[in-house]
């Protein structure tokens, strides 16, 4: 009885909410398959001029074995219980001119999301601290494209004030828009109303090439800078995200390693996720790091990252 009550009251929620529309495009100029580099080496060769800002918006409460699996050989007594942990957006400056965004974080206000309707990811931020305000006060004007390494709450409830305010078209894999557009996608994760917006879409499977260690990457602005990278497993079509930033190359697992610990001892949790398949995307993150000497590495929830009261961070300096 209990699951036919819950049943009904999803079903109930899905339609109440409007949704709006989801168009897929093709506007991205991926570089070709013909062209793709021969391995990382290449690419490290030809670093770019971005500037990368990362934004604090706030925080989500995690834990339970989501952010890590306690049970895995090392990992340190702890770090599988609830906690607070930090919930980032990235701004990157292209010496083109455009502008990408990295997740979009936590909105204002309400914004927690839940796991099959059971398991709650409860948000919170400070007055300012969403996205768009913080945007706004950098004196960022236009956003080209939006990043989604996938749709949780907590990287994309911050999705539906920027498309009001900058409407770029969002690049996810073709896996995260389907589990999108899924009339399932609650249960997982996928609190649509939350960010309910018309929404231009692109699958980053239009640019993906092989490349080593990792298979699937998108080079987006075709000149080596910005790399989307697949790593599933967290949800069906979840992406890392390469920058080859002058200022030092930077590999941010997102959520295919919320934590150091998770990365170090390839750990992934969580309630819903593929565990296999998330410790092979780990694997090959590891791989790729360990192929390019000095690359920092960014992790999806790691709290000794985001110390201190600041809530924005340059990343990179321009020369
Ligand atoms: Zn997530």
Known sequence: MAG???????????????????????QVSWRAAADAPDGWSEVLAKPSDIKVTAYVTGEVFAGGGV?????????????????WVPSLSYLVQ?????????????????????????????????????VVSQLSRDGIDTIDFL???????????????????YDPVILASAD???????????TQGYRYEQFAADMRVEAADN??????????????????????????????GHMSVFLNAAAGPVLMTFDAAHLEATYRYNAPGGLGADLDVASDSISKLTALADAMPGVAL????????????????????TK
């Open 67 to 83: 952010l890590i699996d306690p049970s895995v050989d090392g990992v340190p007594e702890g770090l599988g219980e609830d906690q």
């Open 94 to 130: 292209h010496p083109s001119g455009q502008n990408v965004l990295l997740d979009s974080g936590v909105r204002a206000g309400e914004c927690g999301y839940q796991i099959l309707l059971v398991l709650d990811f409860p948000c919170r931020n400070k007055p300012g601290q969403d």
């Open 298 to 317: 960014v992790f999806g929830h790691e709290p000794t990252q985001w110390t201190g009261d600041a809530i924005r961070h340059d990343l990179t300096t």
């Open 207 to 236: 640019g993906f090439l092989e490349m080593p260690y990792i298979g699937k990457a998108a080079d987006l602005f075709g000149d080596g800078s910005v790399w989307l990278l697949a790593t599933p497993g967290h949800t069906p």
């Open 147 to 165: 990043v989604a390494t996938h749709f949780h709450g907590d990287h994309a409830s911050g999705l539906g004030p920027i498309m009001t305010r």
């Open 4 to 26: 036919l009550a819950v049943a009904v009251s999803a079903t109930a929620a899905l339609a109440a909410c409007d949704i709006g529309e989801i168009t897929e495009v093709t």
């Open 176 to 186: 995260e828009i389907d589990a999108l557009k899924s009339p399932l996608r609650e």
